[in-house]
Structure formats: C-alpha cells, structure tokens
C-alpha cells in the first residue's frame, strides 16, 4: 500500500528534522576542543639543583642538559606568537673551538645535535632542546653559541630558571662578563627564590671574580635564608661575614 500525500510529507519533514539535528551535533563535537581552550605553548617545569648529564659511551666526557626534578613546580608561559624574537639558526654546525675534544667525544655530539636538529625542525619553540642545543655548542666551545641559544630560550620562556642559570655559569666561567654573569643569577633568583645554590653562587661571585660590599653579600645570603629558612649552607656563609 502506497503512502498517502500526507504521509510522504510527514516523512520528508522528519527526515530533514534528523538531518539538521546531527549536522549541530557534528558541528558541536568538531567545536569542543575550541572551547576547552590551547593547550600548548605552556609547559611546567620544576625547581631543581639538579642536573642530567648525557655522556658520551668511550670517553666519559659529559655533556650537561639541566632538567627539572623537584616538587615545587612553576609554570614556563610561552610568550604569544608575532612578538616572539628571532631565533638562532638551529641549524648551524656545531664549531668545535676546544681542542681537547676527543674524537669519540665529537661523534657523540654530532649524534646529539642531530637529534636536537630533528626536533627543533618540528617544534621550532622547543624549552628543551634550545636547552640542550645551548649545553652543546657550550661543551664545543662555542661560548657565544651557547649565550644565544639560551637567550632565545629565555625570550620565548620568561619564568624559566634554567635559562639563566646556565647563562650565570656561562658569564662567570667561560666568558668572563662578571656584570652580565651578576644580573643572570638575579634574575634566576626572582623567578624562582628557592633555588638555594643560585645565592651560593651569586655570593661567590660577589667575593671574589666580582667583588662586592660585605653589605651587599650579607643581604644576598640573608634574602636567601629568609626564602629558604632551612637552608643551613646560607646560614654557614653568612656566619663568615658576622
């Protein structure tokens, strides 16, 4: 038995019914993750003395790349695109400057620069391989490689440590910018006031490469002790200078 007219319509109606409601579904599901919000560009990075090392297999020569490993954690906000600085270019070879580099050492860290190579190549913005791709050119000694990349890391990751506590190491020991080397370590203290060895170093810094005021130092160690009360290394100091 055929429909009647009035049937048929019926029908159409409904059917057109269903299909618009599961075209607002569709249209929904494929929304959701718009309205959950971007999910990358921050990472969380925790504050840590710490440091990994990767060591090349004959040789024991170390290659350090700092990581986070403690519980207070902070977050490192990656700042919004268009206002991002230039970037190094990643790409340019390591220049080994240090002679003595063995030539198993060489190896290995050509394999390493590769790998960083590789992942920056996917993920221009990433902490932890402008980090590495920094402990790298640093161990070639290529000082002022090293002092860009971190930069770099430090620019697109304002709160991060790291950054400028591998610039403070880098000023004090390898390029000798004691002021340069002063303001890394202040600005790895603000972001971050409970990273002890930060005030230890700071105020070694002070006593010596970069002489200070007793006041000075005295007011450093007691900034750090009221951070980190039971900091009994800071205390230590400071009782050298009371």
Same mark, same amino acid.
């Given at each position: #038995?055929?429909?009647?007219?009035? /049937?048929?319509?019926?029908?159409?109606? *409904?059917?057109?019914?269903?299909?618009?409601?599961?075209?607002?579904?569709?249209?929904? #599901?494929?929304?959701? !993750?718009?309205?959950?919000?971007?999910?990358?560009?921050?990472? %969380?990075?925790?504050?840590? %003395?710490?440091?990994?090392? $990767? *060591? +090349?297999?004959?040789?024991?020569?170390? $290659? +350090?790349?700092?990581?986070?490993?403690?519980?207070?954690?902070?977050?490192?906000?990656? $700042?919004? !695109?268009? *206002?991002?600085?230039?970037?190094? /270019?990643?790409?340019?070879? @390591?220049?080994?400057?240090?002679?003595?580099?063995?030539?198993?050492?060489?190896?290995? #860290?050509?394999?390493?620069?590769?790998?960083?190579?590789?992942?920056?190549?996917?993920?221009?913005?990433?902490?932890?391989?402008?980090?590495?791709?920094?402990?790298?050119?640093?161990?070639?000694?290529?000082?002022?490689?090293?002092?860009?990349?971190?930069?770099? &890391?430090?620019?697109?990751?304002?709160?991060?440590?790291?950054? /400028?506590?591998?610039?403070?190491?880098?000023?004090?020991?390898?390029?000798?910018?004691?002021?340069?080397? &002063?303001?890394?370590?202040?600005?790895?203290?603000?972001?971050?006031? *409970?990273?002890?060895?930060?005030?230890?170093?700071?105020?070694?810094?002070?006593?010596?490469?970069?002489?200070?005021?007793?006041?000075?130092?005295?007011? @450093?160690?007691?900034?750090?002790?009221?951070?980190?009360?039971?900091? !009994?290394?800071?205390?230590?100091?400071?009782?050298?200078?009371?």
């Amino acid at each position: #038995m055929e429909p009647t007219r009035d /049937n048929r319509n019926t029908i159409i109606a *409904t059917t057109i019914l269903v299909a618009v409601v599961l075209c607002g579904i569709a249209y929904f #599901m494929s929304h959701q !993750s718009d309205l959950a919000g971007p999910a990358q560009g921050t990472t %969380t990075e925790s504050a840590t %003395t710490s440091v990994n090392t $990767i *060591t +090349s297999t004959s040789s024991g020569a170390t $290659i +350090s790349i700092t990581s986070a490993s403690s519980s207070s954690g902070y977050k490192i906000q990656l $700042i919004p !695109s268009g *206002t991002a600085p230039v970037a190094p /270019n990643y790409k340019a070879p @390591l220049v080994f400057s240090d002679p003595t580099i063995t030539t198993d050492e060489h190896s290995s #860290m050509q394999t390493q620069f590769a790998h960083v190579e590789a992942t920056l190549s996917v993920s221009s913005k990433d902490f932890n391989s402008w980090i590495a791709l920094g402990n790298l050119r640093k161990e070639a000694g290529d000082y002022n490689g090293a002092a860009a990349d971190w930069q770099y &890391a430090l620019a697109l990751y304002p709160s991060n440590v790291i950054s /400028n506590a591998n610039l403070a190491d880098l000023y004090t020991n390898y390029l000798h910018d004691y002021p340069k080397a &002063a303001a890394a370590y202040k600005a790895a203290i603000a972001n971050n006031p *409970t990273q002890v060895y930060l005030y230890q170093d700071l105020a070694q810094l002070y006593s010596s490469q970069y002489p200070q005021s007793t006041t000075t130092i005295v007011a @450093l160690l007691k900034q750090g002790i009221a951070a980190n009360p039971a900091a !009994s290394e800071l205390k230590a100091t400071l009782a050298k200078y009371q």
